[in-house]
């Protein structure tokens, strides 16, 4: 997992880097040019005896005179220019106009920065993660089947309606008021590739969701807190706009573990900030593994939903060996 301080470090890195390779790049084509132009540091010379007489003594000249130099120097100005375009001199172009590219504006971190965060952060989930193929659009509603079964359950109006409600989740999105989502149901019924699709699209908003499995993130966790590296990661948990812990039940469980999810949960919902998880355990199993206090948590806080159907992964397994 990357944390959201890792992620700001890259982008103020990614930008810095692209501005240097400009500035680098101009430094080369400007000594080149300056070297088969003497005219160049000519016009420097001229423009430096005209601003330093105005500086020292701009009250002794006549408004007419200030004027003629002022005139002679945008002259000069305009030439020096037209010679570093002919001699192919890049200009520096910024990616971002608003903080030419420092990622800061009066003290504030600018937008672009958050942007390209938040980029970093999809790329590093896209290594670790199949973010590109899971999406809502290719989620397939034809594996679950259309009929009820025993219980009264149809599965493909199941998962329609809570792909309805992920899609909802993301337009909606707000990281201050958006609501926890527990999914729950056997594994292989889509719980991953529907939350892999609301961690892209909340990305594609600008926002910074953390992704991980349980076993990822405790253990991430676990390792700064033995390591005495501080607890990045732990804030990053803390505060990310959207956290997503997948597989919840799957991680070896200590008590270690078990008072980090609860603080997690607890905090994430005392702050008022979107948790979303998926467990192939059932309230009860829940109930059982961690302490009544996360599953009460959990029960009072969070949208339930139980996915239905057949084993996806199975069923594909199936059409491709035949
Ligand atoms: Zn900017």
Same mark, same amino acid.
């Given at each position: 997992?990357?944390?959201?301080?890792?992620?700001?470090?890259?982008?103020?890195?990614?930008?810095?880097?692209?501005?240097?390779?400009?500035?680098?790049?101009?430094?080369?084509?400007?000594?080149?040019?300056?070297?088969?132009?003497?005219?160049?540091?000519?016009?420097?010379?001229?423009?430096?005896?005209?601003?330093?007489?105005?500086?020292?003594?701009?009250?002794?000249?006549?408004?007419?005179?200030?004027?003629?130099?002022?005139?002679?120097?945008?002259?000069?100005?305009?030439?020096?220019?037209?010679?570093?375009?002919?001699?192919?001199?890049?200009?520096?172009?910024?990616?971002?106009?608003?903080?030419?590219?420092?990622?800061?504006?009066?003290?504030?971190?600018?937008?672009?920065?958050?942007?390209?965060?938040? =980029? %970093?952060? *999809? #790329?590093?989930? @896209?290594? !670790?993660?199949?973010?590109?193929?899971?999406?809502?659009? $290719?989620? &397939? /509603?034809?594996?679950?089947?259309?009929?009820?079964?025993?219980?009264?359950?149809?599965?493909?109006?199941?998962?329609?309606?809570?792909?309805?409600?992920?899609?909802?989740?993301?337009?909606?999105?707000?990281?201050?008021?958006?609501?926890?989502?527990?999914?729950?149901?056997?594994?292989?019924?889509?719980?991953?590739?529907?939350?892999?699709?609301?961690?892209?699209?909340?990305?594609?908003?600008?926002?910074?969701?953390?992704?991980?499995?349980?076993?990822?993130?405790?253990? =991430? %966790?676990? *390792? #700064?807190?033995? @390591?005495? !590296?501080?607890?990045?990661?732990?804030?990053?948990?803390? $505060?990310? &706009? /959207?956290?997503?812990?997948?597989?919840?039940?799957?991680?070896?469980?200590?008590?270690?573990?078990?008072?980090?999810?609860?603080?997690?949960?607890?905090?994430?919902?005392?702050?008022?900030?979107?948790?979303?998880?998926?467990?192939?355990?059932?309230?009860?199993?829940?109930?059982?593994?961690?302490?009544?206090?996360?599953?009460?948590?959990?029960?009072?806080?969070?949208?339930?939903?139980?996915?239905?159907?057949?084993?996806?992964?199975?069923?594909?397994?199936?059409?491709?060996?035949?």
């Amino acid at each position: 997992m990357i944390t959201k301080e890792a992620a700001y470090k890259k982008a103020f890195e990614n930008i810095n880097q692209s501005l240097k390779e400009k500035q680098a790049k101009r430094e080369i084509m400007l000594n080149a040019a300056y070297k088969s132009n003497a005219r160049l540091s000519e016009i420097d010379r001229e423009l430096a005896v005209i601003g330093a007489k105005l500086a020292v003594d701009a009250l002794a000249y006549g408004a007419d005179t200030v004027e003629k130099a002022r005139d002679k120097s945008e002259a000069l100005a305009a030439e020096k220019k037209l010679l570093l375009k002919k001699a192919q001199v890049p200009e520096i172009t910024y990616n971002c106009d608003i903080c030419k590219d420092s990622g800061r504006v009066s003290g504030k971190i600018c937008e672009c920065v958050k942007r390209e965060a938040a =980029a %970093v952060i *999809a #790329e590093a989930l @896209s290594r !670790e993660m199949p973010l590109e193929s899971c999406r809502f659009d $290719n989620f &397939d /509603l034809s594996y679950y089947p259309d009929a009820t079964d025993e219980k009264n359950q149809n599965p493909r109006r199941r998962m329609t309606s809570i792909l309805n409600l992920c899609r909802d989740y993301v337009s909606t999105f707000n990281p201050q008021t958006s609501k926890n989502l527990l999914f729950t149901g056997d594994s292989g019924l889509g719980k991953t590739h529907l939350t892999l699709s609301i961690v892209s699209g909340v990305i594609e908003k600008g926002y910074l969701p953390i992704y991980g499995s349980a076993e990822n993130l405790f253990s =991430a %966790v676990e *390792a #700064e807190r033995f @390591s005495g !590296e501080g607890r990045g990661n732990y804030d990053a948990l803390l $505060n990310c &706009d /959207l956290l997503v812990i997948d597989d919840l039940g799957a991680e070896h469980a200590t008590a270690f573990t078990k008072s980090v999810l609860y603080n997690f949960i607890n905090t994430r919902i005392l702050t008022g900030k979107p948790t979303v998880i998926n467990t192939n355990l059932t309230m009860k199993q829940l109930e059982e593994r961690y302490t009544p206090r996360v599953s009460s948590r959990l029960i009072g806080n969070y949208e339930g939903h139980r996915f239905i159907g057949r084993d996806i992964r199975q069923q594909k397994s199936l059409e491709c060996s035949g």
